[in-house]
């Protein structure tokens, strides 16, 4: 599912902003960036963001901003300086140089005065980190609950359609059994001819074939993941992978069902109803 969200928290004169974006994904795939010399807090961020969401593709953004002057540190190089001074002087007199050396012919000299940076303390980062993260999820959070209810809404329109074609089904199988039956001895009779047909034998083939064409399991079925799909709706908990199984599983129903009636009217169904399976399973895929 789609959303954006942005946090913001300070600290000691720095500011940590937070930009977190989420597009579809069949599973949580996180990309975090973050400035290097907070990088030990990635684990920590990753942790956080999936313990919040459940599947999609995650960017996190994270930057500092401000004063960080306390982490950098200058550092001289006394015995290159003594070297280099040395060297100033050799010079100096072997050319008969006049003046003193000064600091202002030391300060370009290569590697002299060299710039280390020292470890911001991640545990008290991590405090105004957590709280911009929290922020940001949560923004994130509340536009991914609107598409979520948009989409709770297509998902019963289409499943009402489904149920529509299953009670279609269920309605016609009577009809279609009686059909068959009536053709089925029209064929006999064309066969044997003048030749006298037994009414038991005759109703046990009835029988037989009316008992081939029951989908009476399957309708009841159909209806039981029918209501268990809209009770996973409801539920706060993720559901994404629950429902995309139990499509499966209405296509393995469905599947069943058009093969035990050879009917071309409810094989048209059939087809329908597969259409508005993949429907339901091209939204299922957007659903945490």
Known sequence: MTGFGRGEAHVDGRTWTVEIKTVNHRFLDQRIILPRSVSGLEDRVKKMVAARLDRGRVEVNIGLHGDASEAVRLQVNMGLARQYHDCLQEIAGEFGLAGEIGVSDMLGLR??????????????????????????????????????????????????????LVKKIENDIPEIVQIRQQELRARIEKLLGEVDLDPARLAQEAAYMADKADVTEEIVRLGSHVEQFENFLDSDEPVGRRLDFLLQEFLREVNTLASKISNGSIAHLGVEMKNEIEKLREQVQNIE
Do not use: P
Request: include cysteine; glycine fraction near 4%; charge should be negative.
């Open 111 to 164: 590697d002299l005065i060299s710039h280390q940076e020292e470890g911001l303390n991640l545990d008290q980062e991590w405090t105004a980190l957590e709280v911009a993260l929290t922020s940001a999820l949560y923004e994130c959070d509340r536009m991914r609950e609107q598409e979520g209810r948009a989409l709770k809404e297509d998902l019963l329109q289409r499943l009402q359609s489904f149920t529509y």
